[in-house]
């Protein structure tokens, strides 16, 4: 019997196309699935949520496909900018999926997200394409910033979705006043202010933190800790590095970030308390298989042993791989075709980027200034007009 689109299973899943195989059995709706999650919680100033999580088959197999695809994605891009299609700055994901499905599995598109510049699977997770992703990456017309962001500026605002950016640290302040529009709003968003264990100890994020939580904004604040800044482990540059508590009066929660569904229990309770009590902060414990960014092999300070046996032991498609086997959603060889289907996908979005033509000189001075200021662009020695801008 044909399955059931396996992309709808969450709301993440929509972005993709729905596979084509075949499966044993078709699934219902009403079909619930209780899972404890690898790992308790550990929460700081609040009570942790039950690490017992209700899900279904086709969540499971739309947990399986969408983070499949993101990790084909970002191997894709590696080899793309070893053949310099890609240039400039670019930051995998690979490692880290969970977090991006988790988190959207658990709340609606109308919730905001802001993250750093390793935002390529965020992206995708809010509904982006393939096509869109790969086209950004290689600068062309039909990205989701139109060729002009590049790896660390992807953006659908139609998804609440709002980058993808460079400035360490600097999008959580955005993301605390998107929050502060939201509560001013009252219609029962949050915002989720995503940066790194890096980014942890940058100071204008206690300053946004100090004043989410006086005004009881519904800010959630998540740290992605991948263990490792631009090639700094986490103790070298924290002397506290059990980053949940460091909001002292705001709560937190410590999460396995490479379980998918205690993402989404831990998304969901803090949606929950920030539309009711202000913000919070999740720690994500996560990891990154690639280095910091294409500059970083990612092996001068940490060993290969190190990185194989979290792939080994704690990988979040793995995770939701043997949880698919063992409760008979699918078969390996199922869940096989299914990988082989999706490489054709991300073959597919390349070879689509790839034909899709370079921003038109003119977009250079685009989207930068108001229309209609008049404004004038002149060479280095301010004599000769080089564009009047419309």
Known sequence: MALSRLSSATSSSSLFRPSLIAATRLFSSSDVLTVETSVPFTAHQCDPPSRTVETTPKELLGFFRDMSVMRRMEIAADSLYKSKL?????????????????????ITRRDAIITAYRDHCIFL??????????????????????GKGGSMHFYKKESQFYGGHGIVGAQVPLGCGIAFGQKYSKDGSVTFSMYGDGAANQGQLFEALNIAALLDLPAILVCENNHYGMGTAEWRAAKSPAYYKRGDYVPGLKVDGMDALAVKQACKFAKEHALKNGPIILEMDTYRYHGHSMSDPGSTYRTRDEISGVRQERDPIERIRKLILSHDLATASELKDMEKEIRKEVDDAIAQAKEDPLPDPSELFNHVYVKGLGTEAFGPDRKELKAALP
Do not use: P, T
Not at 140 to 146: A, L, P, Q
């Open 125 to 146: 997770a809010r509904g982006g394409s393939l096509f869109e992703s790969f086209a950004e990456l290689m600068g062309r017309r039909g990205g989701c910033s139109k």
């Open 86 to 106: 890609i240039r400039g700055f670019c930051h995998l994901y690979d490692g880290q999926e969970a977090v991006a499905v988790g988190m959207e599995a658990a």
